[in-house]
């Protein structure tokens, strides 16, 4: 499994839904419905909340180690990879 994000793992992304949404061209409802539906599985964590913006983070259901970010990102980077290991199936 590959993750790409804005941001080195573990810290929040500093831009809000809207701007997320608006850059993607998604719909407004189908984009706050998938952010409550990652947030309430757990795919996505509340990192910081601002006067009514919402900033997430992945969630321990990404994968546990995604919780916590040790790594910097290089100046000027757009986007980080990072190959996590699928979590062990019980």
């Known amino acids: 499994m ?3 994000t804005a941001v080195p793992l573990g810290e929040a992304v500093p831009e809000s839904i809207r701007a997320i949404r608006e850059r993607l061209g998604l719909a407004s409802t189908s984009s706050a419905r998938s952010v409550k539906k990652l947030h309430s599985s757990g795919w996505l964590t509340l990192a910081s ?3 009514g913006l ?3 983070c992945l969630g321990p259901q990404a994968h546990p180690s995604a919780a916590v970010s040790s790594e910097a990102q290089p100046e000027g ?3 980080s ?3 996590l290991p699928p979590p062990a199936r019980d």
Do not use: G
């Open 54 to 56: 919402k900033f997430y």
């Open 49 to 51: 909340e601002s006067a």
């Open 2 to 4: 590959y993750y790409a």
């Open 77 to 79: 980077a757009m986007a």
């Open 81 to 83: 990879a990072h190959h």
